[in-house]
C-alpha cells in the first residue's frame, strides 16, 4: 500500500487572509519575530499499489484536475510504502 | 423565455431564482444535477448556496455533477448562462470563466445589502442597462474575494469583460465600497464569447414586492429585453 501525503498551498502572490489572522494572533501573544503565516491544506490519500512510478503520475493528475486550483494554488507531494 | 434552473445537492437559491421568472411570466424547469438533458432553455440559471457543502473548495466538487457535461456543452454551442454566487464559484471552478473566488479578506460570512455599479453593457445580460448603473442588490457569501493574476485581470479589461463593480450609493468604486477584498472591486464578470456570465451579488433576493430592495428588476427587465426582444 501506499500513502500519497499531499500539500496544497496558496501561491506566494496571492493574499491569504486567514494567514494574516493567525499572524495577528501570534503577534498578540507576544511572538514579535513572527513574519508572515500561511495556511495550507494537507491532504493524505492511500492507495492499494506498490508501483511508485505510476502512481506518483497518478497523484500528480489528481492534483491538477481536482485537489489544487492552478490559478491560486501549487502542490507537492511524497508517497510513503505502508 | 424558457428557464433551466440547475440544482446541485447544497443549492439553496434555485427555487427563489425559479420563482422571481415564473412570477415574471416566464416557463421554468428545475434540472436536477444527475439529470443529463437541460430541457431547452434560452437561460440556465446556476443557483447559490453551498454545493456540495463547500467541500475542498466552493463550487470544486459540483464540476462533476453528470449534467455539467450538458452544461459545458451548451455553453460551447453559445448558451447563455448565468451563475448567481455559488453559480459563479461552479463557473470558474469549471473553467467557463477566469479567475477564482478566493475567501472575503475579512475571512467573515457577509450577508447585507450592497450597491454594485454595471460597468459594461456589452453583454447579453446588461446591453438594455445604462453603464453606470447603480443597483442594491444584496450579497451573501464567505467565498466572493475575486482574484485573477495580473495578465489575466488586463485581459478582463482590454476585452471588457467586467460587468459590475462594488460601488458605494453614489457610485465610487473604491476600497471602502468593496465588501471583500474582491481584486479591482470586481462583483460580476462575463466570459470572452459574452454568453456566460458569474456575479456574486443576488439580483433574485432583490427583484419582488416583498424584499427591500427592488433593484434587481432592472437587471430581470434588462434580460427580458434582450431575449424578447431580441439583441
Keep these: ?3 500519497a501525503k499531499i500539500f496544497v ?10 494567514g494574516k489572522a493567525v499572524s495577528n494572533s501570534l503577534s498578540q501573544l507576544g511572538y514579535e519575530n513572527v513574519i508572515d503565516t500561511r495556511i495550507s491544506k494537507y491532504i493524505e490519500i492511500s492507495f492499494d499499489s506498490k508501483d511508485k512510478s505510476q502512481t506518483t503520475k497518478q497523484v500528480d493528475k489528481i492534483c491538477t484536475s481536482l485537489l489544487a486550483n492552478p490559478n491560486t494554488e501549487t502542490y507537492h507531494f511524497e508517497l510513503e510504502e505502508l | 423565455m424558457r428557464v433551466s434552473i440547475i440544482t446541485f445537492p447544497g ?7 425559479a420563482e422571481v421568472f415564473a412570477s415574471r411570466g416566464h416557463q421554468t424547469s428545475m434540472i436536477w444535477h444527475k439529470d443529463s438533458q437541460l430541457d431547452n432553455p434560452d437561460l440556465v440559471i446556476l443557483p447559490g448556496g453551498f454545493s456540495y457543502g463547500d467541500y475542498l473548495r466552493c463550487g470544486a466538487l459540483a464540476r462533476f455533477s453528470p449534467i455539467v457535461k450538458e452544461l459545458v456543452f451548451f455553453a460551447k454551442r453559445g448558451g447563455y448562462i448565468l451563475g448567481i454566487c455559488n453559480g459563479f464559484q461552479i463557473l470558474t471552478e469549471t473553467g467557463l470563466l477566469p479567475g477564482t473566488l478566493l475567501m472575503n479578506k475579512g475571512l467573515r460570512f457577509i450577508c447585507k445589502h450592497q450597491y454594485i455599479k454595471v460597468e459594461s453593457a456589452d453583454s ?7 453603464p453606470g448603473t447603480i443597483m442594491d442588490i444584496p450579497i451573501a457569501h464567505k467565498e466572493g474575494n475575486y482574484f485573477i493574476d495580473a495578465t489575466g485581470h488586463k485581459a478582463l479589461q482590454d476585452r471588457d469583460q467586467i460587468v459590475f463593480r ?3 450609493a453614489h457610485g465610487m468604486v473604491n476600497k471602502e465600497a468593496n465588501p471583500n477584498g474582491s481584486l479591482d472591486n470586481i462583483a460580476g ?8 456570465l458569474g ?4 439580483p433574485e433576493r432583490a427583484a419582488t414586492d416583498s424584499v427591500c430592495s427592488q433593484d434587481g428588476k432592472l437587471f430581470f427587465e434588462a434580460v427580458e429585453k434582450y431575449f424578447e426582444h431580441g439583441a
Excluded at chain 1, 9 to 18: G, N
Excluded at chain 2, 199 to 202: A, C, E, K, L, N
Aim: with cysteine; glycine share 2%.
Design chain 2, 189 to 196: 464578470i462575463i466570459n470572452t464569447g459574452r454568453n456566460i
Design chain 1, 9 to 18: 498551498q496558496l501561491k506566494p502572490s496571492v493574499l491569504d487572509p486567514q
Design chain 2, 166 to 168: 462594488y460601488c458605494d
Design chain 2, 11 to 17: 443549492s439553496n437559491c434555485d427555487h427563489d431564482a
Design chain 1, 1 to 3: 500500500m501506499l500513502k
Design chain 2, 124 to 130: 447579453p445580460f446588461t446591453k438594455h442597462l445604462i
Design chain 2, 199 to 202: 456575479m456574486m451579488p443576488h
